[in-house]
């Protein structure tokens, strides 16, 4: 069967993303190690532009646009990080940008997104679709929509995370990486699979929203409705038509964590390594240092996926007992 | 004039740290870029070993020792970063280590000084000297007293993270550094006035602190009373014998920055850059980001020196408006 990206997908994503993307850091922790018997390396895209992986995707997405497509431009909708993404790369690409936010978003992303020179159309989260307003205005001005994560470029754009990770510490004997709609993970096992075939790609979700988990256990794609979890960023409710068969060939495996281990993972990042992490960011540590996952006398790659969060919600989060 | 270290001192100092001491990332931003005019390299030693660039100068100087100084081991005081630094080279070096901490710190350092595997002795601030009770221990034990700042071996140590900063981004026209007794804008000086001799150094003093910038105006070492700021780091009286003369011939100029500026420099590293810094950390980081210092159209080298800092009072600080 031919999957939708290959490897060399994700190689030409990374030639395009060299300039432009942060080469992010990849740090370890002695007390991490210490903790679980493993070698954890930690890949941080909280470190990435926009503060998550997602700019990978988007910029990679954007650049491969015809002249007519740059032209008109991009349209996306979403209330998180891959609206950011959106519009940095339609900036840096000079390209006009469309963003379809809730109303209700927070005034801060707001801001940024419009900082990054993109148009903001508002919606009302309760009394209409933000598909049917952003296809609409997609048809009315002829702009190209990106998907957040079922989108072949958006994947491979993804996956050079896990290509720079692998270039940067080795061999690994597991790779963990958070799992929303299954665009990271994606592009990600593409990457290890061919450059260490006997590494293991394992996936974490929050536990109310392991749709992914009951997807590949059941052979077919899942929908689950709305999870409530604090961990935002993979609240989606089903993964993609793409997404779905990578993870299918690739992924060995999906584990869950609670909310309560995400915020304990947040604390150690911030108190301990001295990050800022979302708690999307924290899922694959949090299976690696608290227990889902066993990973001792390993070489564990850990994405950390992202740091966009509140100030006043992180600060309640870490200073809570 | 011989001034106490040179730039072989700190180069020697990098080899020894070279397998012990991480080699922590050179962040930049572009948010910073553009809100200054200036290319900013921020060097994260918050993400160094204990949290802190104090790691660099004390195991250099306990790694130093002979090996009768490494049987009978090592003294110092410190209720702050010097003490987890001394307590954690001592554990790798195999040698035997005493803190004294005043009685009333936080149980958390405590906590953390003693799973180095020091012996804490604990002391009344108000009733008691520490430099008495430490030197009746150093005598009765044959103990090697290492101080924080005032000190060849740990100067060179520090001064290795101005040469790993100008290893990995080339030339800077200015490095700014935070002061508190002067060791560690001393090796950094030494380093970099050696390797870019036009590059400019500048120090950074909390405002209600400035003896350093008071005494290179004076030309000698002025004693002050301990300053109120939320620099814990920064709240030395008065400058070392060793260190004052290396920034009274390197040291190109000092500025100094409020607290308000600290606690709005810290939030923007935890907002925009992910990081968490504390107060000290912040110094040379608020001067270059806002204004104290000119910067436009440089190269600019900031030390970010460390991330220690209790999560609650993190969490105030950020969160706080």
């Not at 679709?129 to 072949?152: F, K």
């Not at 794609?221 to 993979?234: K, L, N, Q, S």
Request: glycine share 10%.
């Amino acid at each position: 069967m031919t999957l939708p990206i290959t490897f060399e997908d994700v190689r030409s994503a990374a030639l395009r993303l060299a300039d432009t993307a942060h080469r992010t850091p990849v740090l370890t922790s002695r007390t991490a190690n210490a903790r679980t018997g493993a070698d954890l390396f930690f890949k941080c895209e909280n470190l990435q532009r926009i503060g998550a992986f997602k700019f990978r995707g988007a910029y990679n997405a954007l650049s491969r646009f015809s002249p007519e497509q740059r032209r008109r431009g991009v349209i996306a909708y979403s209330s998180g990080n891959h609206a950011q993404a959106i519009a940095l790369s339609a900036q840096l690409l000079d390209m006009p940008a469309v963003i379809v936010m809730p109303e209700d978003a927070p005034a801060m992303k707001l801001a940024a997104t419009r900082g990054y020179g993109a148009e903001v159309v508002l919606y009302d989260r309760y009394t209409e679709s933000r598909e049917e307003i952003g296809l609409r205005i997609a048809s009315e001005r002829g702009l190209t929509l990106v998907p957040p994560y079922d989108h072949a470029d958006v994947m491979a754009g993804q996956g050079t995370c896990a290509l720079e990770l692998i270039e940067d510490v080795g061999a690994l004997d597991v790779l963990v990486v958070c799992v929303g709609g299954g665009g990271l993970i994606s592009g990600c096992a593409t990457a290890a699979k061919h450059l260490l075939p006997g590494c293991m790609v394992v996936g974490v979700e929050p536990e109310a929203g392991n749709d992914v988990q009951r997807s590949l256990r059941e052979g077919h794609i899942v929908h689950i409705p709305v999870p409530r979890t604090i961990a935002d960023g993979a609240q989606t409710q089903h993964a993609g038509q793409l997404t779905f068969p990578v993870m299918q060939a690739l992924v060995d495996d999906v584990v869950t964590v609670r909310d309560d281990q995400l915020v304990e993972t947040m604390r150690f990042f911030a108190e301990r390594m001295k990050l800022v992490v979302e708690p999307t960011g924290c899922l694959a540590a949090a299976a690696a240092l608290d227990g889902a996952l066993p990973v001792a006398g390993r070489r564990v790659g850990v994405i950390v996926s992202g740091g966009n969060i509140d100030m006043v919600r992180f600060a309640a989060l870490v200073a809570g007992s």
